[in-house]
């Protein structure tokens, strides 16, 4: 069992920048973030793979934040997990989960499958609202 918590969550004006920041309890394969707007269905935002290099790519981004968002961890025990943002929009609006991925396989299947897949722990979240 994974525990996460996250923080850093807050409101800004369209065109900020904010830092979100995981702990997590325990080392996963994969770690990632996660938003869910009101009304919509939670989607994957990006993901980590923790374990060092790995051919083929350590991040995956979701094509609406790409270039705005990056994924970070902390290297010495790879157990904590950034989001940093920037260039925010009112579309960024939502609560932001902190995720983590047990099968060594996270990255592999996420590109295999060009998408975030659900991922096996979650954080209780924490909200994100952007101002026009």
């Known amino acids: 069992q994974v525990q996460l918590v996250e923080s850093g969550g807050g409101s800004v004006q369209s065109g900020g920048s904010l830092r979100l920041s995981c702990v997590a309890s325990?080392?996963?394969?994969?770690m990632g973030w996660f938003r869910q707007a009101p009304g919509k269905e939670r989607e994957g935002v990006a993901t980590l793979y923790t374990h060092g290099r790995r051919t083929g790519g350590r991040t995956y981004y979701a094509d609406s934040v790409k270039g705005r968002f990056t994924i970070s961890q902390d290297n010495i025990d790879g157990t904590l997990l950034y989001l940093q943002m920037s260039s925010l929009r009112p579309q960024d609006t939502g609560v932001y989960y902190c995720?983590?991925?047990?099968?060594?396989?996270?990255?592999?299947?996420?590109?295999?499958?060009?998408?975030?897949?659900?991922?096996?722990?979650w954080g209780q979240g924490t909200q994100v609202t952007v101002s026009s």
């Open positions: 995720a983590a991925y047990s099968s060594p396989d996270c990255m592999t299947t996420i590109q295999r499958l060009g998408k975030i897949t659900p991922a096996n722990y």
């Open positions: 325990v080392r996963s394969w994969c």
